[in-house]
């Protein structure tokens, strides 16, 4: 059986430096980092390499035990979570604000409800005046503290590493295998995290009627039929006009770069709404990114009359308004109720295998001969489009050279005609395809 990457999880109240030290560990900042309390709200989950060993760290929200707000109570369940998941935990600590009451509680918790190594890092210990801070800390009974500042990079964190690596269980990358990378996008509010919820059957993303919930990319390991996926929550993108500057346009950037870094992205778009002109707007990014994709036409089950809202219907409306995505599946779903889910993973490694296929040049070049002897390009000024071989140029997507006499004489109209025709040949269903055209040299044509 294959080991899991093992897993280290941050814990400690809001506002201690967690996302700080992730970004600090994983060498960027993927981690949303702000002054503002509760920016982490989910669980986020990064790869860490340290002396040739390889783990997973966990970034959690900040908790403060025993508050009944219903955000904080779902990031309090979130870290329960990260902490049973774990093998090693990081508490992390303020050294400039001292030991809080709110630590304590922590450190109790901790105590009573998971055995496993815990380290107490205490942070913000960024000059050598600063080290009699970490003296107040030993009352804890926690062991040796580990002053560190995540900030700028100082400290104890190489000690603090090794240390870590050593109670880690073993682990190869070999052992890994390869995993589809998934992403869940859309709009603000249309049950992006409940349908991931659905998914993996757990409640492993913040689920609440207020949009904007999420605020960072989410990433969960799951198999699925053999299948290894790793499956990306994001935060919805809003119309532009309409996202503030600071923790959402972050949130925005961190889900454009999960849609660039997908293999396959889930689009959702709220069935009661339509495909909205901001649903349209994502359409484009995901496949100016060249990205495969699936549509999910969620909250199916709030369509009351479905007798004059049919699937067909409501498909052909989409094809009319955006014929460019007339080779994305739709599925009808609803997240709610489970509705049809057991239908998104087939349609997934479809559009996966799809994207990653590859055509010999032999049979490429007979598909778009018969195209050229079905439909004679029409001549321009005199001059007729000549197509003298072509071959594919990579996957994902697939992307073909055409190479011909005059590239200024090749339609639109045409090229999309040669686009169709492979489709029909070979498929390709759920994603993009590139065709790039280039002129033969004299020479080369003799």
Known sequence: MMKKKPIVAIVGRPNVGKSTFVNRLIGSRESIVDDMPGVTRDRLYFDV????????????????????????VSIYTQVEIAAEQADVILFLVDGKDGLNPTDEDIANLLRKSFKKPVFLVVNKIDTPEKMSFINEFYAMGMGEPYPISAMHGTGDVGDLLDEVVKVLPEFSAKEEIKKIKLSVVGKPNVGKSSLVNALLGEDRVIVSE??????????????????????????GIRKKARVDYGIEKFSVVRTLKAIRNSDVVLLM?????????????ISQIIVEDGR?????????????????????????KIRKECPFLDYVPLLFISAKTKQRLGKIFPAVQEAYEFTNKRIATNLLNKVILEALSLNPPPSQKG???????????SVAPPTFILFVNNKDI????????????????????????????????KEEKK
């Not at 492979?422 to 065709?435: A, H, M, N, V």
């Open 410 to 441: 090749l339609t639109q109209s045409y090229e999309r005609y040669i686009e169709n025709k492979l489709r029909e040949s070979f498929g390709f269903f759920g994603t993009p395809i590139r065709i790039v055209i280039r002129e033969k040299l």
């Open 383 to 393: 001059k007729r489009l000549r197509i003298y071989y072509s071959t594919q140029a």
């Open 210 to 235: 207020v949009s904007g919930t999420t605020r960072d990319t989410i990433d969960t390991e799951l198999t699925v039929d053999g299948v290894n996926y790793t499956l990306v929550d994001t935060a």
């Open 292 to 316: 495969a994709f699936i549509i999910l036409v969620n909250k199916w089950d709030a369509i009351e009359n479905k007798e004059t809202n049919s699937v067909n219907d409501f498909t052909k």
């Open 269 to 281: 778009i709220d069935a009661t709404e339509g495909l909205t002109d901001q649903d349209k707007k």
């Open 49 to 72: 390499d340290w002396a040739s060993r390889q783990f997973t760290v966990i970034d959690t929200g900040g908790i403060i035990p025993g508050m009944e707000d219903e955000i904080m």
